[in-house]
């Protein structure tokens, strides 16, 4: 099958912009393209799976409000989507189950209030089109395929896997649904779809932007993120969502560590020169890349020298850093810890759904999906069983699980990795995003990361970006890793790359 690049007549945020500035664009127009694309496309790619009745009236709201001389926000008018795991008041959030679902026989699940990310796209100024497809309770980094919505297809690459969980998500915006979309990521599942359909992800640091109203699989890592087309709309959008809100104590950790005047403002088109960037080598992770990758991977090396950069070779070889993996079997190849807690993060979930909620508690939750147990054997989170902690943590899900084994992997995590970046005197990581290239949709494979059991266990942010397509035509994505807190960094390199290779889906 011919593959394709995310669509290139899509607009970007800046072409939505300069339109509204000058007149000839307003939002209505602006939603009614996408409303006409999803009419087109959707039905095939089954990205969006809840649409946002009023998405035209708002759009007209901020027309009238921008003809009255408001001041508006940044993404005023910018058409976009969120996953269907966060909260937006009066839509159900299914997690892509059916017995989470009132249309397909289940119980939906109805907040009374946004959650925190949402709140904030809307309070820019941004058109909330609908909710995407996600796999069952976020749970597959490569595909949606047992949603009860059905599969979403890659929309640059229908025959081979989208990236999950948000695999809606990326499919809204690679197919020019969306300009811009909300994901979240446990384990991949910002990084994994954005790669595979050409997109920028940001995958953030751990407490910098919060989650609070978005359903969990592990409360201390999890956190939500944008997937874009081009870098500086990921920018944008990341200053929209960044920042503190008492809603989510834990995002008290990333005040003072946000760049005065956003990330946007920091994209330099010379971020590379001078900088000093790691390779991805047996130190990191001892799994080796395919032929086909290794070979875009020193094409893109080329381009990080050319534009300056120093590489150095396997930084982490020595430091201990790749023992620190443990998947949870060799059959599945995750490191799940940290998800001990599942069933505690969704008891708080859904007390935070409001009273008029059909589940208040993590019984009642067990209770409407006992005929499909999650936690049972051959239940979509089974394999959690194989953690030390969790069935204690199961079996009181109103106390907080102490997570030793899992604090212990993170302190040691951010140990070995400040240790490194210190001494080889690193501004960042440079990695293929997968080992190989995308499996085929209904091929029962994994994507082969490279990053996420390490960054999502030490909360360290990643940035992907498109880099070159295999020879197939499916998309080959990099990934740059930072220290906590490097956001800025990342982005200015990425933009650095992007603009070098003409890249992004805008380019």
Known sequence: MTHAHPDPAAPTVADLQEGFASGRLSAEQAAAACLDRIAAENPRLNAIIIGNPEAMAEARAIDARRAAGEALGPLAG?????KDTMDMAGFPSTGGWSLLCARTGGVDLLPGTDAPVVARLRAAGAVILGKTNVPVLSASGT???????????????????PGGSSAGTATAVAAGMAVLGLAEETGGSIQN????????????????VPNAGVMPLASQRDVVGPIARCVRDAALTLDVLAGFTTEDPKTVAGVGNI???????????TALAGRRIGLYGPGWRDQPLSAETADLYAAAQAVLRARGAVLVDDPFAGSGFAALRRPVSDEYQFDARGLESVAHDLQRYLERLG????????????????AKDAFAPGGTLHYLHLLPEFAAALADPLLPPPLREFTAVRAAYR????????????????????RSALPALHAGRQIAETTVSEINIAGLPGVTFPAGRHASGAPFGLILVGGMW????LLAMAFDYETATGGGAAG
């Open 78 to 82: 910018v058409p976009v989507v969120v």
């Open 143 to 161: 595909h949606a395929n047992n949603s009860w919505a059905g599969p979403t297809l890659n929309a640059v690459a229908p025959d081979l896997v």
């Open 193 to 208: 779809p954005a790669a595979a359909q050409g997109l920028v992800g940001i995958k953030p640091s751990f407490g910098l």
């Open 259 to 269: 760049p005065d005047g956003g990330y946007a403002a920091q994209l330099s088109p």
């Open 355 to 370: 009273p008029r909620a059909a589940l208040r508690s993590f019984a009642d939750f067990a209770r409407a999906t006992a």
């Open 415 to 434: 140990r070995i990795f400040d240790a490194v970046m210190r001494a080889q005197r690193l501004d960042a990581l440079v990695f293929p995003q997968a």
């Open 486 to 489: 490097s956001e800025a960094a």
